[in-house]
């Protein structure tokens, strides 16, 4: 069962602080209303996992393992390789994350993150199979959340995108009917597209991008829009206790799409520089 | 959403422009609403659309227990999505699945801002919706529904709340998919608004839209979350006009 | 006056929540959310319009206590100093000892069963209430107390104005045409007390006939009919 949220206690005081600010331009952080905070991406921090990452956006920091295994596929894809994204909001992350199995929130989290990399089809699932019906690969992605100070989506997003574009497995060749054989581990993910979650939050009646933990604390409710390569949009998610109006819905999209760019090519650049 | 239609030169539309349920583009699907059919229930609705059959019960205000989980000023909105193990064409497991929790969560936020909860501090407001057969649709269709159960509980609201979905289908928008048009189409946007206000209070989307594609399906969206809205007066005022109606019925009561 | 400003709607019309009522200069009534000039409605109801304020007679709703109500009430719980009430709200109702007995009785409190327990129902009034506590209970005055004898059955609170009915009308007409004690508490329960169970059975019968057709026109003459039919076919074929 969903229940309304406690509401945290900074909510009420630093509410109308925010938005006079946010009103007059400018937020607390100094920030433009469309400004993302500073991203760092560090990749292969994890030597036993595929792929890895560690993602910094702002404060928030997000770690991302990419483990492959063999496993069966689903009876209605029998020749797709499994993809399937796990999200933890470690307790260590935030005062307000309680140990237990995934909340609401986590499974949010990871179902949003899980339909933009599927939708766009990021990765071919056709090229993971070995003996259809029987075998293919399987593929974690375990999203560790380890600072929580806003805007879990995108950071996620851009860390599961990192680990994967890094990832290496074995090279199988089938032998016979079934019998497989791993060569190595350093042979790329088949990654066709790149996802970029933007993640838009409403305060008072304007709109700013990638909210910090007070934003959110405040906000009246975020819109997450999921762009590809292609600028075509592979999800949409909104969250939050409030509402949009279809005109702000429109010009989020076009903010999400123009942002997306931007941040695929940081993405894409610190991946590359961490791999040379 | 996966994609593998086994045939991959199934169209789920045909040349003419219908649908495998004998639709047109734009048309939703057969709806009934009714109101107020549970008795132990403070509200209750009943809707059928298409082969979707969704009762819905709303409990409250009442006391918060356990104490801890009240807000002192105003309520705390409970909301439960659950799908009948006999609702789908494989049993499903009653247990709540993650899509289950998803669900609840994006239903519950897309019935609060309608809910003046500051009228009732410290008490909760349940909602239960059971999803006794399933067809594609369920989310919009339950959160129509939780609206009327909440209004005939005499819940102060702001505004109804309707929902409907669009889907892309064999390269075109069409409104309110079914679950065959659900699995096999390109894309999924479920929308409700408080059509009152004209403010949107759900929004999520998976497949691949162009940015012009998912404008034209929200408006689509939107067009029938109006004509829903309609749907819902009547069946509210239809309570009422029963009662009137069954006492003309029964003869001899002069007005 | 107001002629000229637009009014959306008929007097007894039923609204839903969301309902543009009025915009222009009217004031907003029971049951109604202003926006603006613009007024609507917060729940399903008749639409009333009494000048220029516009309410809605809301037709359903839970009842929230208010200083000063009268209440039927079942206790379920003692504590150390008094006794909790269920009053079919949403908040818990406390009746405290030191509002249950006088001076004269104060060493019945050794013992709070002696005065009222788990299960008794009461006749009390709303002694406190707000927005940060519990309602708090009397039932030190007259017409108060622990109820001994009657039915007691259950309405939607909405409705209870409507038994009451203008300065009482209706209620009157159901005790002097059934002969039956009749206690209303705001809160949608009724108590009814008769010598006579028949007599109860029919008072009963009216009270369950208000509460179904509140929001239809001519009720009282109904009632009044169908008591008597009640009355004069129990006569001519008596039990």
């Given at each position: 069962m969903s229940a309304t949220p406690q509401l945290s206690p900074i909510a009420k005081m630093e509410r109308r602080t925010l938005i006079d600010l946010i009103e007059s331009g400018k937020r607390l952080d100094g920030r433009s209303p469309f400004d993302y905070r500073p991203i760092k991406v560090r990749t292969g921090i994890i030597e036993k996992a595929n792929g890895s990452s560690f993602v910094e956006l702002g404060k928030t920091k997000v770690m991302v393992g990419v483990k492959v295994e063999l496993g069966e596929p689903f009876e209605d894809t029998p020749d797709q390789g499994v993809l399937t994204v796990n999200v933890e909001l470690v307790p260590l992350a935030s005062p307000t994350f309680e140990p237990g199995p995934p909340n609401e929130n986590a499974i949010e989290l990871a179902r949003v993150v899980d339909r933009g990399l599927r939708e766009s089809e990021a990765i071919g699932l056709g090229e993971l199979c070995l003996i259809p019906g029987k075998k293919v690969q399987v593929i974690f992605i375990d999203i560790y959340v380890l600072d929580y100070d806003g805007n879990l989506i995108d950071s996620s997003a851009l860390a599961s995108l990192a680990a994967l574009l890094t990832s290496r497995v074995p090279k199988y060749t089938v032998k016979g009917e079934d019998k497989i054989e791993a060569?190595?581990?350093?042979?790329?993910?088949?990654?066709?597209?790149?996802?970029?979650?933007?993640?838009?939050?409403?305060?008072?009646?304007?709109?700013?991008?990638?909210?910090?933990?007070?934003?959110?604390?405040?906000?009246?409710?975020?819109l997450t829009i999921t762009v590809d390569k292609d600028d075509k949009i592979c999800a949409a998610q909104k969250g939050g206790l409030g509402t949009f109006h279809p005109s702000e819905v429109d010009s989020i999209i076009d903010r999400a799409i123009s942002k997306s760019s931007e941040l695929r090519s940081k993405l894409l650049e610190a991946v590359k520089a961490g791999e040379s | 959403?996966?994609?593998?239609?086994?045939?991959?030169?199934?169209?789920?539309?045909?040349?003419?422009?219908?649908?495998?349920?004998?639709?047109?583009?734009?048309?939703?699907?057969?709806?009934?609403?009714?109101?107020?059919?549970?008795?132990?229930?403070d509200g209750s609705a009943y809707i059928e659309q298409g082969k979707n059959k969704i009762m819905v019960a709303v409990f409250g205000p009442r006391e918060a227990h356990p104490k801890h989980v009240a807000l002192t000023d105003r309520a705390v909105l409970r909301c439960r999505y659950h799908m009948a193990p006999f609702s789908t064409e494989e049993r499903r497991s009653p247990a709540p699945s993650r899509r289950d929790m998803e669900l609840s969560k994006v239903i519950r936020e897309a019935l609060e801002p309608a809910v003046i909860s500051q009228l009732y501090p410290r008490t909760t407001i349940d909602v239960f919706a059971e999803i006794l057969q399933s067809d594609g649709g369920t989310r919009c269709a339950s959160i129509t529904a939780a609206s009327l159960a909440l209004a005939?509980?005499?819940?102060?609201?702001?505004?109804?709340?309707?929902?409907?979905?669009?889907?892309?289908?064999?390269?075109?928008?069409?409104?309110?998919?079914?679950?065959?048009?659900?699995?096999?189409?390109?894309?999924?946007?479920?929308?409700?608004?408080?059509?009152?206000?004209?403010?949107?209070?759900?929004?999520?989307?998976?497949?691949?839209?162009?940015?012009?594609?998912?404008?034209?399906?929200?408006?689509?969206?939107?067009?029938?979350?109006?004509?829903?809205?309609?749907?819902?007066?009547?069946?509210?005022?239809?309570?009422?006009?029963?009662?009137?109606?069954?006492?003309?019925?029964?003869?001899?009561?002069?007005? | 006056m107001v002629?000229?400003?637009?009014?959306?709607?008929?007097?007894?019309?039923?609204?839903?929540?969301?309902?543009?009522?009025?915009?222009g200069k009217y004031l907003a009534g029971a049951n109604t959310i202003k926006e603006g000039d613009a007024i609507y409605a917060t729940r399903v109801g008749l639409a009333n319009i009494e000048g220029n304020r516009i309410a809605v007679v809301a037709l359903a709703g839970c009842y929230i206590p208010a200083v000063g109500d009268q209440v039927i009430g079942r206790i379920v719980d003692i504590g150390l100093s008094g006794w909790q009430v269920d009053i079919d709200a949403p908040y818990p109702a406390m009746l405290p000892a030191s509002e249950a007995v006088d001076h004269r009785q104060e060493h019945l409190k050794q013992d709070l069963t002696r005065i009222l327990d788990v299960g008794d129902l009461i006749i009390a009034k709303v002694l406190a209430f707000d927005r940060t506590r519990d309602p708090l209970l009397t039932i030190k005055d007259q017409g108060l107390g622990r109820i001994t004898s009657g039915r007691v059955v259950k309405i939607s609170p909405a409705k209870v104005p409507r038994l009451i009915g203008r300065k009482g009308s209706m209620i009157s007409m159901i005790k002097r045409e059934t002969g039956c004690q009749v206690i209303v508490g705001k809160n949608g329960r009724i108590l009814v007390s008769s010598r006579y169970p028949f007599?109860?059975?029919?008072?009963?019968?009216?009270?369950?006939?208000?509460?179904?057709?509140?929001?239809?026109?001519?009720?009282?003459?109904?009632?009044?009919?169908?008591?008597?039919?009640?009355?004069?076919?129990?006569?001519?074929?008596?039990?």
């Open positions: 060569k190595g581990e350093d042979a790329p993910l088949p990654i066709k597209n790149y996802p970029i979650a933007v993640t838009a939050a409403k305060i008072g009646g304007s709109v700013i991008l990638d909210p910090s933990y007070e934003e959110e604390q405040v906000m009246d409710a975020r | 959403m996966p994609r593998s239609i086994q045939n991959k030169s199934d169209r789920l539309i045909g040349k003419d422009g219908i649908r495998v349920d004998g639709r047109r583009l734009d048309e939703l699907r057969p709806i009934k609403m009714e109101v107020g059919i549970l008795d132990k229930a005939d509980a005499g819940i102060p609201m702001r505004d109804m709340v309707a929902a409907c979905a669009v889907g892309k289908v064999d390269g075109e928008i069409v409104l309110d998919p079914c679950d065959i048009e659900d699995k096999n189409g390109e894309a999924d946007l479920p929308v409700a608004i408080m059509p009152n206000l004209g403010m949107i209070t759900l929004l999520q989307m998976d497949g691949k839209l162009s940015k012009e594609e998912f404008e034209r399906g929200l408006n689509m969206a939107i067009k029938a979350c109006v004509e829903i809205h309609g749907r819902q007066r009547e069946a509210l005022k239809n309570k009422y006009l029963e009662i009137e109606r069954s006492m003309e019925e029964y003869g001899g009561e002069e007005q | 002629k000229d400003m637009p009014l959306n709607v008929q007097r007894r019309e039923i609204v839903i929540p969301g309902e543009l009522l009025a915009d007599r109860e059975q029919v008072a009963v019968a009216a009270i369950y006939k208000i509460d179904r057709e509140a929001h239809i026109e001519g009720l009282t003459d109904r009632v009044r009919e169908m008591i008597r039919r009640m009355i004069m076919d129990a006569s001519i074929h008596p039990e």
